[in-house]
Every structure is written in C-alpha cells, then in structure tokens.
C-alpha cells in the first residue's frame, strides 16, 4: 500500500505508476501467439492438449460441449436462493439492455433522400466467462443477457472446465437462464482460440466478448480481425472519490472488493481530500484484508497496486481520474452528481456512500464487463448496441440523383476514379 499526502516533494513522481499503466501486458503475447498458432493448425487435437495442461483437465471432443442433460442436472443442484438471485439479476439486466436497444429510423433531409440506419442482431457471438480462482457466475448474465436480449440467434459460452471437467452448477443455471445456446468447456487462450478460428467441434463465432486475465485479453487483441471484439478487458480495477465526509470502513471495503479478483494486477485507488480519512482507511484496509478468505490474492494487491492519495479538491481530484480513466469510479462526497459531471474517461460511475461497486459488479442493470487500463479513454462498457451489426441506408430518387450528380463527378474527377462518376452518370446518357 502507499499513503501519497498532496505535500510530498516528489508527489508527481508517486503518481507515475497510476498514469502509466496498459491495458494488457507485453510480456505475454509471445506465450500467446504459440498457443494461438497451435490450435489455428491443430485444432481438436490442441485444445485437448492445453485442457490437460492448464486446466488438468482430460477431455475428448465429444465432451468439449455440455450436454442438455448436464444442464437439466445442474440446474436441480442449485439452491432456491442463488437461483433467485440469478433470476433477479438476470430481469435487471434486460430491463436496462431493453432501454438501450438501438432502433431503425429513417428521415428525408432532401427532396427525393431518404436515409438513415437499420440493426441486426450478429449470428453467432462467443462470451468468455473466466473460471480460474472463482466461477465468475454473474459474468455470464452480463454478457449472455445482453446478447439474448439482442435477439443474437447463436450465443457460445465457453468457461475453464474445473476438476474433472465439470462446470460449476450454479454457473451453468445462469446459462440456461440468460439465455445460452452452447456451452463448451474450454477455457484461457486456448478457449479464446477456438472461438475466433473455429475446429472440427467448436464452430467458429463472430465477435467474442467477456473480461479475462492477461492471458486471455492478449489472446483477444490477437484474434482481432478473425472476430469482431467488445473491448479489452484485463485485470480489475477501482478509483474512489473521497472528501472528509466518506466512511473510511466503508472506502477501505469497497477497495478491497476489487482486491479480491485474484491475479495480482488488480488496483485500487483513493483520491481523498482529507488526510484524516485516508489514514484512517489505510487502518481498515489492513483490519478488513485479516478477515477476508482470499487473503493471498488480496496481500498482492495491498503491496502493489493500491495508493491512497490526498487531493488538493475536487477539482484536482476529477483531473486525475481523467487521466487513470478507471474501470470502476465511485464518488463518495458531498454533491456527487455534480462531480459526476466532470468526468470524461471511467467505465462506470457509482454515486454516493450506498452505491458500492459490487452492485454494478452483480445486480444493478448496466453490464460489468467494462475496460480496463486506462483504455476507458477509448473504450465503453459493453451494451447491448455491441451486439448488432449495423447499416446504413440511403434511397435517392431520379430528381435528387440529378442534383448531387455535378458534386460525385468532382469528386469521381479529384480522386482519379472515372468509373464512379460514370456509375452516376450513365443513368442521364
């Protein structure tokens, strides 16, 4: 943990690991690309092969994809309370994605111009769901949902099988509940591989989306261009807002929910302007860390990757966000939609002391798979928009073709292309 007070002669230089950190890591696309080669040539045969090495686990083709027994089985092994939860969440997040649905319009800006954009739902879209230290169960509604909502007529989850090949139940209920078409049990780079190239067993997709670790966001920038992406989409991180009023027990809580993730790159960080509560917080982090069950993944993360800082105000405070352009924002202080107003670059904003992270993280409505490091200057959190494909339309009649017809042969003329002005003009010959 580093405590960086806003008088410290090398304030600046304390902050540089903040303002200079990327999305994925270097060091692992070399590992990745071989991954990525074997399975493009091997197919079936590598996927077995890295099953057995990074997920112990052993596996034929025929058992890659679950099987609708597997699902009816597992749905009878969850419990009344985590199916209502799943259920819950699940009706959440298509109440928001049903307000974001994009909508064919048309308008005539001219006489004898109609233009304007129709969506369709993408044919067959994969969604990562990470396994590794924990099923991530609710990744599966924030990304399945969303798709099924879109109307996506073929939606392919694939998920680290766990020992001997088996699926978390609970996981495999939120499939069948949002609406999953194809589970396989294949997970990492080799996964990501077998979505992008397709094999013998598992057919190729158009577009994957869903977080992962490093390996897996390597993988995904790597596959780009074979598939469409949502976004990158590594390690997890928060950035909280603080002023004197904030509740360190709840700030040191709501840091150490992303602490908890478990690769270790995870950060966490406090813009505070008091003093007071960010020692006090850094006093919680230490408490709350000692009661925690992932005490390990946790301990990484206290060393490297959370800072608390003192803020000069709230100004200062905004600016620096900006320029972390966090996964998640909370803004705990006094007139927090207002301060929400300045921020340019965040992923997902919570507002105010009783809006913690790990609602958005599970059950608010909005996806949770949202860029991470730094790429929120560039990328937005997933939404069902991402799961259309769209086209624009224009409709010109004879009279309006007329018209524009002196302006595309300029143009046809500038460009040295003949055969588009003529494309125009043969219809006046």
């Given at each position: 943990?580093?405590?960086?007070?806003?008088?410290?002669?090398?304030?600046?230089l304390?902050l540089?690991?903040?303002?200079?950190?990327?999305?994925?890591?270097?060091?692992?696309?070399?590992a990745?690309?071989?991954i990525?080669?074997?399975?493009?040539?091997?197919g079936?045969?590598?996927?077995?092969?890295?099953?057995?090495?990074?997920?112990k686990?052993?596996?034929?083709?025929?058992?890659?994809?679950?099987?609708?027994?597997?699902?009816?089985?597992?749905?009878?092994?969850?419990?009344a309370k985590?199916?209502?939860?799943?259920?819950?969440?699940?009706?959440?997040?298509?109440a928001?994605?049903?307000?974001?649905?994009?909508?064919?319009?048309e308008?005539?800006?001219?006489?004898?111009v109609?233009?304007?954009?129709?969506?369709?739902?993408i044919?067959?879209?994969?969604?990562?769901?990470?396994?590794?230290?924990?099923?991530?169960?609710?990744?599966?509604l924030?990304?399945?949902?969303?798709?099924s909502?879109?109307?996506?007529?073929?939606?392919?989850?694939?998920?680290?099988p766990?020992p001997?090949?088996?699926?978390?139940?609970?996981?495999?209920?939120?499939?069948?509940t949002?609406?999953a078409?194809?589970?396989?049990?294949?997970?990492?780079?080799?996964?990501?591989?077998?979505?992008a190239?397709?094999?013998a067993?598992?057919?190729?997709?158009?577009?994957?989306?869903g977080?992962?670790?490093?390996?897996v966001?390597a993988a995904?920038r790597?596959v780009?261009?074979?598939?469409?992406?949502?976004q990158v989409?590594?390690?997890?991180e928060?950035?909280?807002?603080?002023?004197?009023?904030?509740?360190?027990?709840?700030?040191?809580?709501?840091?150490?929910s992303?602490?908890?993730?478990g690769?270790?790159?995870?950060?966490a960080?406090?813009?505070?302007?008091?003093?007071?509560?960010?020692?006090?917080?850094?006093?919680?982090?230490?408490?709350?860390?000692?009661?925690?069950h992932?005490?390990?993944?946790?301990?990484?993360?206290?060393d490297n990757?959370?800072?608390?800082?003192?803020v000069?105000?709230?100004?200062?405070?905004?600016?620096?966000?900006?320029?972390?352009?966090?996964?998640h924002?909370?803004?705990?202080?006094?007139?927090a939609?207002?301060?929400?107003?300045?921020?340019t670059a965040a992923?997902?904003?919570?507002?105010?002391?009783?809006?913690?992270?790990?609602?958005?993280?599970?059950?608010?409505?909005?996806?949770?798979?949202?860029p991470?490091?730094?790429?929120?200057?560039f990328?937005?959190?997933?939404?069902?928009?991402?799961?259309?494909?769209?086209?624009?339309?224009a409709?010109?009649?004879?009279?309006?073709?007329?018209?524009?017809?002196?302006?595309i042969?300029?143009?046809?003329?500038?460009?040295?292309?003949?055969?588009?002005?003529?494309?125009?003009s043969?219809?006046?010959e």
């Amino acid at each position: 943990m580093q405590i960086i007070f806003r008088d410290s002669p090398d304030f600046e230089l304390a902050l540089k690991p903040l303002q200079h950190r990327h999305a994925f890591s270097r060091d692992v696309d070399e590992a990745v690309k071989v991954i990525l080669q074997d399975v493009r040539e091997r197919g079936d045969a590598a996927l077995v092969d890295y099953a057995r090495k990074f997920d112990k686990a052993e596996l034929t083709p025929d058992k890659f994809r679950v099987t609708e027994q597997e699902i009816a089985e597992a749905a009878g092994l969850v419990d009344a309370k985590t199916r209502l939860a799943i259920e819950t969440a699940a009706a959440h997040l298509r109440a928001f994605a049903e307000r974001q649905r994009p909508q064919d319009w048309e308008f005539s800006p001219r006489n004898g111009v109609v233009l304007g954009e129709q969506f369709s739902p993408i044919a067959r879209v994969g969604c990562y769901i990470p396994g590794g230290t924990a099923p991530l169960i609710s990744t599966v509604l924030h990304t399945v949902t969303l798709a099924s909502t879109a109307g996506v007529p073929e939606i392919v989850v694939i998920t680290p099988p766990g020992p001997g090949g088996k699926i978390n139940p609970a996981l495999l209920f939120a499939c069948q509940t949002a609406g999953a078409t194809e589970i396989y049990r294949l997970g990492g780079v080799y996964g990501v591989a077998a979505l992008a190239y397709g094999t013998a067993t598992v057919p190729k997709v158009e577009k994957i989306v869903g977080p992962g670790n490093a390996y897996v966001t390597a993988a995904k920038r790597q596959v780009y261009g074979e598939v469409s992406l949502d976004q990158v989409a590594g390690p997890s991180e928060i950035l909280i807002i603080a002023d004197g009023q904030a509740n360190p027990a709840f700030l040191a809580a709501d840091l150490l929910s992303q602490a908890e993730h478990g690769s270790g790159r995870e950060q966490a960080v406090l813009l505070c302007t008091d003093r007071q509560v960010i020692l006090q917080t850094s006093q919680e982090l230490a408490r709350q860390a000692a009661l925690l069950h992932r005490a390990d993944c946790i301990q990484k993360v206290l060393d490297n990757g959370v800072f608390l800082v003192e803020v000069k105000d709230m100004a200062e405070a905004v600016a620096l966000c900006n320029s972390y352009a966090p996964e998640h924002l909370e803004i705990q202080a006094e007139n927090a939609r207002d301060i929400a107003k300045g921020i340019t670059a965040a992923g997902a904003i919570f507002l105010g002391s009783w809006t913690p992270e790990p609602v958005g993280d599970f059950v608010a409505g909005p996806s949770h798979v949202l860029p991470t490091g730094g790429s929120a200057r560039f990328f937005s959190g997933l939404t069902i928009s991402q799961f259309y494909r769209r086209s624009s339309l224009a409709q010109y009649s004879r009279e309006a073709l007329q018209e524009d017809l002196p302006h595309i042969l300029c143009f046809a003329s500038k460009e040295g292309l003949d055969g588009h002005g003529h494309s125009a003009s043969i219809r006046f010959e």
